[in-house]
């Protein structure tokens, strides 16, 4: 898939962790296709572990039993997905999701499930067995499911054919694949694999690569076999990761093209963790929230949104339907930092990006503990005739020749497009 | 157990690989106990997989069905092991080589089986379950029967306490732990709790530490909880993996001592490799198998026949009951490489170590590709006042003042016993 | 200094070695300001040991004797650079190259000459002296002339105040400072300090650091204190170096911005090491020369001409006066490489780079060795409206509405400037 | 030279840095005849830069004038060494040494004078100069004095052959080269040249390798080519370093032997630092002291006296006249450490080595920081038939058949020499 914009949706983790229900998806799904659909935000996902039945947080049962049909395909835990009963599968939850005007996405992780090979059940359209594909020393290091698949043994490509068969007759439209980002490159042919197989499967389908870090030096291939890649392991709403994402987004940041974009991972704002106490809220300030949809923006990083939708307030409303700010996710090209330094002791990072239609887009970062005043020379932005346009969170009109002055808030940040004169 | 010597005796992996049988064992015990036992050769081991009914070959069947009990211990698979029957597992087995005056030993594997855990068997003696105690990273990296045990789980010590009680209910002597040896310093907490459940479960057992190479920083550890640990990987007959020994042996000799010793592996000699081909016979040279029977006993490591012993050759029984070599890896004390240099562009090493007498053992070993004449000044050795004894392969007297004269084949060895003048 | 574009020139390194005169100099000078002045070629650098009286090749003669005056401060070798008689330095030959409009530079070495810390001279405007001020084990590792500066040192700042004190009195407009760029981060205190006295002097010198790799870590610091910084070791005319270049263009093409370029080196074409041989021409071929053009050009690394001008024959000159290329060399921003990938077995490039007027710039490369006719959709330059546009190196104008056809030699390269539809 | 035990001696360094002149000299080997010589003490080495006539504490004058001869040779300031005038070198100081009964060393550095490079001195037997044998890039991280030679080039041979020429012709019986030991492997083959020179010169000298930490993996050229090397950066008079210096002896202590010994380094009891101020005594405690006298003998280590021998009180003379300690240095035997482990929390080093007559030394350590009773089972020495034998420091008899009880002062040590029952 070559699509145009980096996807924007819903996911369930940072709200449900494991025990995401068919409810919860339905009533999220509502309040998109709402309140969301028109800015852009198009998919639902469902994150891991629909497969187990007894999943009631963000942790993993070790050795669970899970949901699987004679083939070792992974099926819906009924008790959570009513709608998968009678080996439906997430058909009927994907459908209610396209009525809507969505797309469905669900969460895989990379192998053959651990009870498939210790049952020994047939692969699909082959007389091999689970045992005889599985490879031996493959293992998640934080989750009991799965086996890796070898795709040097005959039966390989046909369970992975197999399963993306059923996820397409399903109607998925975007597949999470997990413990494969960072796995190379001893895990490299298996991905490859995977991501033929997906291609292969008749159905359009988004493929995301989790967790981070994926590899600076295997860039070209996250490139050209998948759509978005994890740039960081779990993004949650603490200062020092975001800070931290400036760093990633630095290297990666010219990496991100049609079709294929580095990952920041999801927007944890809004009402998470509801799984453990539904008071919990975002602990990100509203100015780093600012900061975080401005760089993930303009770095045209996947939009991810963490949060229980239904539960949005206004000011989180507000920072997700931002016209202006979206369509500079849609439209930044180029985008790089300009520099990351000290002014006046705070430390401060500078981004630029063109747009399709000969202007550009500035963001500026205060990273540091206190706000800010500061000046920065047009020139540092390679700007010698001065500049016109709009500051994106306020809509406030800015117009200048030498500077451009800039107010922040400690972690907050502004967002500039500007039309060359 | 501190026992003064390092063990001695027989394993079925050299030969038999993972599909060793009772027959052999029994075979293999007769003949020890007849020809062998005098000259101080008593352990009988079975290797690998004794628990696995349909092992054929030195590869192990991936995922493949093991013998265990209600509470997850493995079991001898009857079809190989008749004695075996009625739950009796390697009781009369044990039983048959005591009664031959010699011990019984057995391979285990770090953690409980998979098998168990994925049945989620009861741990005995506790209310608590396989999966609860299974560490759900940590896999053999080459065979698939087991997790690792997490210690700081409630029921991980009554999984080991009961299988160590198992096996001196069976009457075992000798314990080999694979997969544990150099999976330091991530599984020493693992090593430390099983170390001990073997230590109180009421009966002595020598453990000894599979794959090496073990780690030369961890010697203190290797020493206070185990009787040997292996030093090198695999050791099979080929010239490079025993000249890589010297270097292993220089840096671990001053490691071994009174019931605990660095473990140079089996000895290939005479049929090995049966179960792929019954002409199969060691691929060393004659001198190669006295330089390895000459370096394992001047550095004291234990010795383990790997060869099927009825085929026992006139060379192969004289190489094994050298009563002058055995007694060096008895009484040497102090082992230790005195040089290893080129010698007429030829590489030679020499070592030295007291007896209990007074007297000493020496040493030579030709590492090249040539025969050698060379002369070994005796001040290199610290001897100032002329040597008396004997070469111990070939019997001859010798007696020098300045110097040592030695011919060596290449790849070959000579040892000396003198007494101070 | 915040110069606009990247600085081009004349070097007289990769021609002349350590032997550059005064006469080579005022040749070329005469030539540049002719024929190349008005496609923006203005810079002219004297390089390294200016200051040795018998330096005859690219090679240092260990330990030499050099020209310096009573501050230790190194002077022009009369017998080589005869204006500078009678202690006018360099004033002479810098004030002719101004008067043909052009702008003077020369090499140094980070530190101060071993030759006055032997002697103990005297610091300028100091009461300290040399010994005082040498960092006793910062040494070059392939050049004996100088010891560093240790900038914790009384008169350490004296000294570096000295040295470009004197600089600017002669009219230097351009300092290559070598045994710097890659000698951090242990002489990082000492090159901030050198940047400080250049910056301070009263004089707008670029500063150029050598030798590369520059660390890509330590970007923003060459950003913020140098104009230029070599980002790979000395670059010859070896297609194995060219090709390296483009993984190193890959990651540190986002720090080239006004007034901080990253440096790929001189452009060895032409007439070059004729201080070995008077027939030495480039190695490059026609296409590879065209592939590095085009890859410093959009790139904008600085561009500073290797050979002996009066000897360019036709197709140098046209390779240099290219007006388009040299228009995207000034023009071109937030340049990155798209992909580098194999199309039909052959390893080929694609960058882009934004323009300032709303177009755009696009290079094809062929690193592979056969030639190709490639396909390159739009959709991988994220342009959805065809193109429409000429290739900078022929001419020929082109449009497009799905995909670029670009043909290529093994080798060569294709660049085009788009606007958008 | 093979001597048969590490050499004993004084060495200026730990009392009077660079500083020492011929009245310490004289006095120290004065007081060594009268009162030491009779235990086997005799070197009397004059250490670092008795070239350099202003030297005056601890640390080095960076780029200082030193004196020389017209070869570069250097020679001793004869201010501070007035007997050398007149061209005498040490030859007179060598001879008064003689004169006593003792033996005469000088220290040394690798490389040639800096200053003789600067000066282009003639190689003596040879038409090269200085500058055309001095490795461009090699010097010393911690002194200006010289530069490294070139094994390569022409002149560098003579040049080693040159200073050791003069070295014999004054009668040096031992050099202490610095800057050497360490720097291996890339001046390694100026090592292997500097004591082929060395051992070419016609007079015996004992070479001994500065500074540490040698490289383990290097022992064996060490062995071949010199008589101690250094197994440690400069020990001075802190238990931090003498705690470390056990796990150094441990991997260090297969390779002493007749000739050559790893070095722990000089012994800094009694007065020391007296550069600084004449009151300086060494830090470490009686038991300390007990512990590295124990330490060093049985390992072997060369012995050499860091303190103004005449301000030596009773403690210290006895520290050093041990009779029996002594002949534990001279006749231990295969010296190894058995354990070092924990009992009763504190942590223990229990060391063993055999004598030459049937009998054994042991050495029992308390490196924690509490007095402890303890009691090792004589098993752990391999010994089954009881010890009879004395405490060397003490004098007590002790005779035991189980175990060996000990009671240690917290960094104290027990030393026991015993014969086999």
Same mark, same amino acid.
């Given at each position: 898939m070559k699509m145009k914009t980096a996807p924007m949706g819903w996911n !369930?983790?940072? %709200?449900? +962790?494991? /025990?995401? *229900?068919e409810d919860i998806v339905r009533r999220n799904a509502e309040f998109m296709a709402e309140h969301l659909k028109e800015y852009g935000w198009e998919y639902i996902v469902v994150d891991?572990?629909?497969? @187990?039945?007894y999943a009631a947080t963000n942790e993993y049962h070790p050795f669970a039993d899970v949901v699987m049909d004679e083939y070792g395909r992974l099926l819906p835990a009924v008790n959570r997905?009513? !709608?998968?009963?009678?080996?439906?599968g997430f058909g009927p939850l994907a459908e209610y999701v396209h009525s809507l005007g969505l797309k469905f996405g669900i969460h895989i992780m990379r192998g053959i499930p651990r009870q498939a090979v210790h049952q020994n059940t047939k692969i699909m359209n082959s007389d091999r067995h689970a045992r005889e594909i599985a490879? *031996?020393?493959?293992? %998640?290091a934080w989750n009991t499911d799965m086996y890796g698949v070898d795709p040097?043994?005959? +039966?390989a490509r046909e369970y992975y054919n197999s399963i993306f068969e059923l996820y397409a007759s399903w109607g998925v439209d975007f597949i999470k694949c997990d413990?494969?980002?960072?796995?190379?490159? $001893?895990e490299e042919s298996e991905l490859i694999m995977l991501s033929k197989a997906l291609h292969g499967c008749g159905r359009p389908m988004v493929l995301s690569l989790s967790? +981070?870090? /994926?590899l600076l030096e295997k860039a070209e291939l996250y490139k050209q076999i998948s759509n978005m890649w994890r740039i960081t392991d779990d993004f949650w709403d603490k200062w020092e990761l975001l800070y931290d994402m400036f760093s990633r987004a630095e290297k990666w %940041? *010219? $990496? /991100?093209?049609a079709g294929h974009w580095p990952d920041a991972d999801m927007l944890p704002v809004g009402p998470i963790r509801q799984v453990y106490d539904v008071n919990n809220w975002t602990n990100f300030t509203q100015d780093e929230q600012i900061t975080m949809l401005t760089l993930w923006s303009i770095m045209r990083s996947p939009l991810m949104l963490g949060? @229980?939708?239904? +539960?949005?307030?206004e000011f989180t409303m507000n920072l997700v339907t931002n016209s202006e700010i979206l369509a500079m996710h849609a439209n930044a090209r180029? !985008?790089?930092?300009?520099w990351r330094r000290e002014i006046d002791g705070i430390e401060h990072a500078l981004w630029i990006a063109a747009d399709t239609k000969g202007g550009y887009y500035v963001a500026v970062f205060n990273l540091g503990d206190k706000d800010s005043d500061i000046s920065i020379p047009l020139a540092d932005l390679e700007i010698y005739d001065g500049v016109n346009g *709009? @500051?994106?969170?306020?809509g406030e009109h800015v117009e200048e020749q030498k500077s451009l002055s800039v107010s922040l808030k400690s972690h907050g940040a502004r967002a500039y497009h500007f039309t060359y004169n």
């Amino acid at each position: 898939m070559k699509m145009k914009t980096a996807p924007m949706g819903w996911n !369930s983790w940072d %709200c449900y +962790g494991a /025990a995401v *229900t068919e409810d919860i998806v339905r009533r999220n799904a509502e309040f998109m296709a709402e309140h969301l659909k028109e800015y852009g935000w198009e998919y639902i996902v469902v994150d891991i572990q629909w497969y @187990e039945p007894y999943a009631a947080t963000n942790e993993y049962h070790p050795f669970a039993d899970v949901v699987m049909d004679e083939y070792g395909r992974l099926l819906p835990a009924v008790n959570r997905f009513p !709608s998968a009963a009678n080996g439906a599968g997430f058909g009927p939850l994907a459908e209610y999701v396209h009525s809507l005007g969505l797309k469905f996405g669900i969460h895989i992780m990379r192998g053959i499930p651990r009870q498939a090979v210790h049952q020994n059940t047939k692969i699909m359209n082959s007389d091999r067995h689970a045992r005889e594909i599985a490879k *031996t020393n493959s293992i %998640c290091a934080w989750n009991t499911d799965m086996y890796g698949v070898d795709p040097e043994k005959d +039966g390989a490509r046909e369970y992975y054919n197999s399963i993306f068969e059923l996820y397409a007759s399903w109607g998925v439209d975007f597949i999470k694949c997990d413990d494969i980002a960072r796995e190379l490159p $001893h895990e490299e042919s298996e991905l490859i694999m995977l991501s033929k197989a997906l291609h292969g499967c008749g159905r359009p389908m988004v493929l995301s690569l989790s967790p +981070g870090p /994926a590899l600076l030096e295997k860039a070209e291939l996250y490139k050209q076999i998948s759509n978005m890649w994890r740039i960081t392991d779990d993004f949650w709403d603490k200062w020092e990761l975001l800070y931290d994402m400036f760093s990633r987004a630095e290297k990666w %940041c *010219t $990496h /991100a093209g049609a079709g294929h974009w580095p990952d920041a991972d999801m927007l944890p704002v809004g009402p998470i963790r509801q799984v453990y106490d539904v008071n919990n809220w975002t602990n990100f300030t509203q100015d780093e929230q600012i900061t975080m949809l401005t760089l993930w923006s303009i770095m045209r990083s996947p939009l991810m949104l963490g949060g @229980e939708l239904t +539960g949005f307030d206004e000011f989180t409303m507000n920072l997700v339907t931002n016209s202006e700010i979206l369509a500079m996710h849609a439209n930044a090209r180029h !985008s790089h930092q300009v520099w990351r330094r000290e002014i006046d002791g705070i430390e401060h990072a500078l981004w630029i990006a063109a747009d399709t239609k000969g202007g550009y887009y500035v963001a500026v970062f205060n990273l540091g503990d206190k706000d800010s005043d500061i000046s920065i020379p047009l020139a540092d932005l390679e700007i010698y005739d001065g500049v016109n346009g *709009t @500051e994106l969170w306020s809509g406030e009109h800015v117009e200048e020749q030498k500077s451009l002055s800039v107010s922040l808030k400690s972690h907050g940040a502004r967002a500039y497009h500007f039309t060359y004169n």
